[in-house]
């Protein structure tokens, strides 16, 4: 530890691969910090990623815009040590690290929350079940697969209300924040929450499949100009084929720190009226250019494309690891 570092009790370490952002990173995130006032977050590089358990499909850069642009995250570290070390919590003021109740494994099968917890220092939450990083890359090698598409959007709001209200939250991960929406099949608005009233300044709308730091960059930019950002999730399918289904793509939007409301299942030619007054200016997400440009139009599954055998590859060892880890988690419960 460097000489005059304090411990925090109320700073918290969280870290991953965070790849493919998605909303059980996001959850994970939530529940982390419920305990305390502040969050760490260390993102792996893609080499140490690429020894312990495969080829990333995002690199470091883009996988630390997306931390970053988490609205629970306090501070971004690059480069933190696959297995957790009680020297880099140590460094940044961090008593506890949380992780998910599943077991994660380096490449040489060596848990890598062994040391923090044997010393008392790991607090384990509920991990997010039916998403993660591993079940999007087998959807984007099967890109026609629409089991996960989801048709009754009243239905999975009412299923999922608790994890909605949960991402509507505010930095503080408790203050009710953003407003929740979602488009019934006859067209109507329907509120999910309310954090009160909003004049909002413009309204996005798209898909924002697989989000990542092309749509990330969109929203700072509508949030640094207009002030409150409104954004509009199509429906699963419309106007193309999405990886993630509606709920996933929305819970992926809210968690995002430049948004302030979001509709479900908003139809592709939408003009919101909010209390009474329309929103505008009216914007599509893909109408923007930014750094980021190649991720958009089918950049990510271009990816997973053009190295097919690599990721099936990865697949195979992930599953084999997946078998390990899982009897590494029975024995330590029994």
């Given at each position: 530890m460097t000489q005059g570092t304090t411990i925090h009790e109320s700073r918290i370490w969280i870290d991953g691969c965070f790849d493919f952002f998605h909303h059980g990173h996001a959850n994970a995130i939530f529940q982390a910090r419920q305990h305390g006032s502040e969050?760490?977050?260390?993102?792996?590089?893609?080499?140490?990623?690429?020894?312990?358990?495969?080829?990333?499909?995002?690199?470091?850069?883009?996988?630390e815009v997306a931390v970053d642009a988490n609205k629970w995250t306090t501070k971004t570290i690059i480069n933190a040590p696959y297995v957790t070390q009680p020297e880099w919590m140590d460094e940044y003021g961090c008593k506890y690290v949380v992780h998910g109740d599943d077991i994660t494994t380096d490449a040489n099968g060596n848990d890598c929350y062994g040391i923090v917890r044997d010393q008392g220092r790991l607090i384990l939450v509920k991990r997010t079940e039916g998403v993660s990083t591993t079940d999007l890359i087998n959807r984007l090698l099967m890109p026609e697969w629409k089991e996960h598409y989801v048709k009754d959007i009243h239905q999975k709001c009412e299923e999922n209300l608790q994890l909605l209200k949960n991402f509507a939250t505010a930095e503080d991960g408790k203050t009710a924040y953003d407003d929740i929406w979602y488009i019934s099949g006859d067209g109507k608005l329907n509120e999910v929450t309310r954090a009160g009233e909003k004049k909002y300044?413009?309204?996005?709308?798209?898909?924002?499949?697989?989000?990542?730091?092309?749509?990330?960059?969109?929203?700072?930019?509508?949030?640094?100009?207009?002030?409150?950002?409104?954004?509009?999730?199509?429906?699963?399918?419309?106007?193309?084929?999405?990886?993630?289904?509606?709920?996933?793509?929305s819970l992926c939007v809210l968690q995002c720190k430049y948004v302030d409301g979001i509709i479900l299942g908003a139809p592709l030619s939408y003009e919101p009226v909010i209390d009474g007054k329309k929103i505008e200016p009216v914007l599509d997400v893909k109408s923007f250019e930014n750094k980021f440009d190649y991720l958009k139009d089918g950049g990510i599954e271009k990816r997973i494309q053009q190295h097919h055998d690599l990721y099936i590859e990865r697949q195979r060892k992930k599953g084999a690891k997946a078998e390990l880890e899982q009897m590494m988690k029975e024995a330590q419960t029994a």
């Open positions: 969050l760490y977050i260390g993102v792996h590089s893609d080499e140490e990623i690429t020894a312990n358990k495969g080829p990333t499909v995002m690199n470091l850069v883009e996988r300044g413009c309204y996005v709308h798209g898909t924002f499949d697989l989000f990542n730091p092309f749509h990330i960059t969109v929203l700072k930019e509508l949030k640094q100009k207009y002030g409150t950002v409104l954004v509009g999730v199509y429906p699963d399918g419309a106007p193309e084929h999405t990886t993630m289904d509606i709920l996933q793509r």
